[in-house]
């Protein structure tokens, strides 16, 4: 079975609350979830709070690099 994990800076936060998710249609398990508690959150919120003044100071644009194709 698949695993789906919370991401948080690129990299994976471990499974608080482990969940799985079932095919309505065969009622088999899919895939195991990462539900997250209150440290990701938190974490998750001061990383918000981090790159919030970049985003003031010259628009969204500049907080984001976009890759190309060329």
């Known amino acids: 079975m698949r695993e789906i994990s919370h991401k948080?800076?690129?990299a994976?936060?471990?499974a608080?609350?482990?969940f799985d998710i079932f095919?309505?249609?065969?009622?088999?398990?899919?895939a195991h979830f990462a539900l997250g508690?209150?440290?990701?959150?938190?974490?998750?919120v001061d990383a918000v709070?981090?790159?919030t003044?970049?985003?003031?100071g010259g628009g969204c644009h500049s907080?984001?690099?976009i890759p190309t194709m060329g």
């Open 12 to 14: 994976d936060v471990p």
């Open 37 to 44: 508690d209150a440290a990701p959150l938190d974490r998750a």
């Open 23 to 30: 095919a309505p249609n065969e009622g088999g398990g899919q």
């Open 8 to 10: 948080l800076a690129f």
């Open 53 to 56: 003044p970049r985003w003031r």
């Open 16 to 18: 608080a609350i482990p």
């Open 49 to 51: 709070q981090t790159i």
């Open 63 to 65: 907080a984001f690099v």
